[in-house]
T-cell receptor, first 107, second 112 residues
């Protein structure tokens, strides 16, 4: 069973518009959730993790245990936000990644 | 080069060949990982090593054989692979098994 679901493969928004990348998960224990990002020609890197409760590059994500979601949000998208975004879950020694959402910010 | 490095970056091999992928990290981390990234599929965790000990083996076929001689180096030995094994193989490391993972650039493997 897929642990992490990212329903949108592609997402396009205009510069300055709000953006939300969806992530839902399935896990019976207490997972830790992450968002990783891969910019063009760069390697996969951590964007943020739920336990830090930080805002990175204007992005935030709140863990909603009731809805088992960890959606990534930014109020005003920038062109440099165009990238591939992966939601990931850690349970014990296991890591599960979603299939990713390709975000394009249109100038 | 700092961070996590992987060699080779590209590899083409026949089904009867034996080859090895190498991963090296210069971050002082104690956990290392192999992932497989196939087209249209999620990143799949293959193996986890923590302090040189293998802690996870996610039902990976025996034609993939990992080796972790020390905390800085991780190998993936390949033999008698199948065309469906063609994928991007990513190595990652983390300080412990629970921290942020740092990824290498990957090895693009093609099995003919």
């Amino acid at each position: 069973a897929q642990r992490v679901t990212q329903p949108e493969k592609l997402l396009s928004v205009f510069k300055g518009a709000p953006v939300e990348l969806k992530c839902n998960y399935s896990y019976s224990g207490s997972p830790e959730l992450f968002w990783y990002v891969q910019y063009s020609r760069q390697r996969l890197q951590l964007l943020l993790r739920h336990i830090s409760r930080e805002s990175i590059k204007g992005f935030t994500a709140d863990l909603n245990k009731g809805e088992t979601s960890f959606h990534l949000k930014k109020p005003f998208a920038q062109e440099e936000d165009s990238a591939m975004y992966y939601c990931a879950l850690r349970g014990g020694n296991q890591f599960y990644f979603g299939t990713g959402t390709s975000l394009t910010v249109i100038p | 080069e700092t961070g996590v490095t992987q060699t080779p970056r590209h590899l083409v091999m026949g089904m009867t060949n034996k080859k090895s992928l190498k991963c090296e990290q210069h971050l002082g981390h104690n956990a290392m990982y192999w992932y497989k990234q196939s087209a249209k599929k999620p990143l799949e965790l293959m193996f986890v090593y923590n302090f040189k000990e293998q802690t996870e083996n996610n039902s990976v076929p025996s034609r993939f054989s990992p080796e972790c001689p020390n905390s800085s180096h991780l190998f993936l030995h390949l033999h008698t692979l199948q065309p469906e094994d063609s994928a991007l193989y990513l190595c990652a490391s983390s300080l412990t098994g629970a921290e942020e993972q740092f990824f290498g650039p990957g090895t693009r493997l093609t099995v003919l």
